[in-house]
């Protein structure tokens, strides 16, 4: 069956692996974003800020959405973001969401997908895993029939048009060594290939089976 999917995110490290993955099938793709990327034929795009989404008239109904967005944050700030911050990270790591998943419900969406964090939990003392917390758990409010979350550490890749920060290139390379001392509970903490948790989220999405999926690296290193 031809899919209808929404994709909110497909220039970020995630999102661009989703949209490739999606761009081999024969579902119509539309994407929802805040500027225009690309232009592909076989791809509608929505332009609108996150806060404030009209549905064009024209908008075939979606059966599925994947939402991979978040703003970017320095490595310090995963641990501790100031409080004159937390106002713009809670808007788009919450707020956009929560608005996107309501977008897409309205236009008939069964199913979502989310892009979150390992140790994310809304009664965290983290500002930043608290947030990711808080938005798995609305989501799940929401009355989708099917909610796929994904859980990563930090993401190996590149996004598009992305410069190299040799401090990442460097953290990366010392945190994929001490990766290996990883094992039992500490594995999931590992370093992922965005293209791994990409691949997790449209296997799954694309299965028959309704309910809610929490996706680990246990699930991210088979793909």
């Known amino acids: 069956m031809v899919k209808n999917i929404l994709v909110v995110g497909a220039s970020g490290l995630v999102g ?11 579902s119509k793709i539309t994407l929802l974003t805040r500027r225009k990327l690309e232009d ?9 800020e996150f806060n404030n989404i009209a549905k064009p008239d024209e908008m075939d109904s979606i059966d599925e959405v994947y939402i991979a967005i978040g703003k970017k944050l320095s490595l310090f700030e995963l641990i501790y973001i100031k409080k004159e911050d937390r106002k713009d990270f809670e808007m788009v790591d919450f707020d956009y969401i929560k608005n996107v998943a309501l977008f897409a419900k309205h236009c008939g969406a069964k199913s979502v997908a989310l892009v979150s964090a390992i140790g994310a939990n809304n009664k965290s003392s983290n500002i ?37 920060n040799y401090l990442i290139s460097l953290f990366e390379n010392i945190t994929n ?20 948790v990409a691949n997790s989220l449209v296997s799954k999405m694309s299965s028959d089976d309704d309910g809610v999926y929490v996706l680990d ?6 793909q």
């Open 177 to 196: 060594i001490l990766g290996n001392l990883m094992i039992g509970p500490l594995k999931k903490y590992r370093n992922i290939s965005a293209a791994q």
């Open 217 to 222: 690296f246990e699930n991210f290193k088979n």
């Open 16 to 26: 661009s692996n989703i949209l490739e993955l999606l761009e081999d099938g024969d």
């Open 40 to 48: 592909k034929a076989y791809l509608k795009q929505i332009i609108s």
């Open 128 to 164: 930043y895993l608290n947030v990711k917390g808080k938005i798995e758990k609305e989501i799940m409010s929401l009355g989708f029939k099917k909610v796929v979350i994904a859980q990563p550490s930090h993401l190996l890749g590149k996004r598009p048009d992305e410069q190299t």
